[in-house]
């Protein structure tokens, strides 16, 4: 008989007893830190309060604070217990219920039974953890990952990154998605790592989030592309960056790679991740596949088969990811962008918008381009340091590239209004071409 709780069953051999991992917690009121013993010990004593308060197995735990040392033992009292803890995320609506039980968590740890939805969908069997998607792609999605789903991830990417015990992890990624909750939260644990848990990045200043990671001596941060860049460009000259760096969540352009490698230096090394959304922990590491997934180009998109999904039958099943991408013999893994965002040029070659953004960044050293169709052409929005520079040719060259007339704009933009916008840089820049299209 399967195992029903493999990834508490790991972390409880990883803490019971032991003095690492270690989690530290910075405030304007002084470090809190965490021994594996103790967490180990706390986790199991939360979770036998809650049983006298009635929360069973299979009960589902809404979490409005997902964050800090004390979210860390709620979710292993969870993973203790088999119940599902739910993270709950700025806006989040209740979509799935356990069949037994909701919980949410009030004010100095109270817990609250919420009356099921008579709408709400079941949750799959063994799930551990419930996340929501972003809707970036239309309605916000829920997905429940199993304790053996992370279990796999972890084992995957413990074998393509040599990460040793005892080394520093800053972690600024959201607990609300899997990339921060799987692959920089659990694989620090599970690794045996010292984790500082500092506030999100959206709490603090790019230059403020570059001397944590220098003072702290960081030998590891996970993060993604826009993050990454305004960091680099706060960070003092003096300081070389992290030791290792994973970058995921979007693609990063070739300009921002070499970027990234001068700054890490020749002892750092940058890790270039695929497949690391709100919901999916991991595809590639790389530009390989992980272990254990099989991959084929299907009418230019990548299909994958993975059994790192929870759900009936995804093991055996091929899954379209939408993501223009090539497959060599070698087994190298390029991806170009969304399947959704091409267009057909004169020459009758598809023309992928996110590569092109990424091609047009490169030509103009901006820091974001965006792509967007008007009418029978399309519009083209760009943010530059400095007066705005040109090429008479370039207009031209994006017109051969998508086929019909083009509206270039470029914006200078100051380090100040770049921060606003960083959080969302694609969202804020269809926004302004919105703006123009109906003004039009």
Known sequence: MADARPLWRWLSSVCKGASEPVLVERTSDGDTVLAAASLHTRALATWHAWRHLGVRSGDLLEDPHPRGLEAVVRLLACLSGGLVWRPLPEGAVPVFASERGTWRLGPEGSL???????????????????????GSEGAPKQVALTQAAICWQLERHREVLSIEAGTVRVMTLPWTHAFGLVLDLLLGLVSRQTLEVAPMTAGWSPKQLAERLALAETDWWCTVPRVLELVMNAAPASRPGPGNILVGGALISPRLQADAGAWLGPSGALHVGYG?????????????????????IEAGTLVIRTPSWCGPGESTQWQDTNDLATLDEAGRLTVVGRASRVVKGPDGLWTSLDALELELARRLGARAVCIARRGEGFSVI?????????????????????????????????????????????KSLSGALDRMTAAA
């Open 382 to 426: 760009g943010l530059v340091d400095g007066a705005p520079i040109v090429d008479a040719a370039l207009p031209r060259f994006i017109e051969r590239r998508l086929g019909g007339p083009v509206d270039l704009h470029l914006e200078s933009v100051s380090e100040s209004l770049w921060r606003r916008l960083a959080a969302t840089p694609s």
């Open 112 to 134: 609250t039974r919420v009356e099921r939805m008579a709408d709400a969908a079941p949750l799959a069997d063994g799930a551990c953890v419930l996340l929501q998607t972003s």
């Open 276 to 296: 690391m959304t709100e919901a999916g922990p991991g595809v590639a590491m790389n530009g390989r596949l992980l272990p254990g997934i099989e991959g084929r």
